[in-house]
């Protein structure tokens, strides 16, 4: 393959990937860090792509899986503790700030209740864009467990999400109109 077979290949997938991890990690920069890790791979191993062992796809969505479990071999175990003057101010919430585009935090934190198989099979789904056939194929699974993953993943986010309970109060009933007298005009 060409350097200009690249350049198309990527236009065509970065989104995909990076909705991948984004979906996977929940934070815009990780997610970003990780697309730009899986395309550096991905063209330093450009010439040894082989079309005909599976389609484009699904050797960079290999690439990013690797590169996700990497991530996550490296993070097990005891993380240090930073004190109040490491932290970045900026990496601080602020209400007034536009929020970032990514997951919506009560979506990410049911997603975050599922067990991992399912969090990935759901980010291969809705984050990659990827087929049933194409995740059965990339992870190994038959078609019919990928659909039963997926199904009972979306049951489970339903009734994680509406038994959120609600910031606002339920609706007080209606109150009666009172027939006050009009308001006298005053010339």
Sequence with gaps: MHGGDFEQAYEEHVGRIYAFFAYQLGS???AEDLTQQTFE???????????????????????????????????????????????????????DRP????????????????????QEILALRYGGDLTGPEIASLTGLSLANVQQILSRSLRELRRALESKPTATPPASRPRPVSASPAPRRID
């Design 28 to 30: 815009p920069a990780d």
């Design 41 to 95: 791979r991905a063209l330093r191993s450009w010439e040894r792509f082989d079309a005909a062992r599976g389609p484009l796809v699904a050797w960079l969505f290999t690439i990013a899986r690797n590169l996700l479990t990497d991530r996550y071999r490296g993070t097990r175990g005891l993380q240090r503790q930073v004190t109040l003057e490491e932290v970045d101010p900026g990496a601080l919430p602020i209400e």
């Design 99 to 118: 929020r970032e585009p990514g997951l919506d935090p009560e979506l990410a934190r049911a997603i975050s209740g599922l067990q991992h198989r399912d």
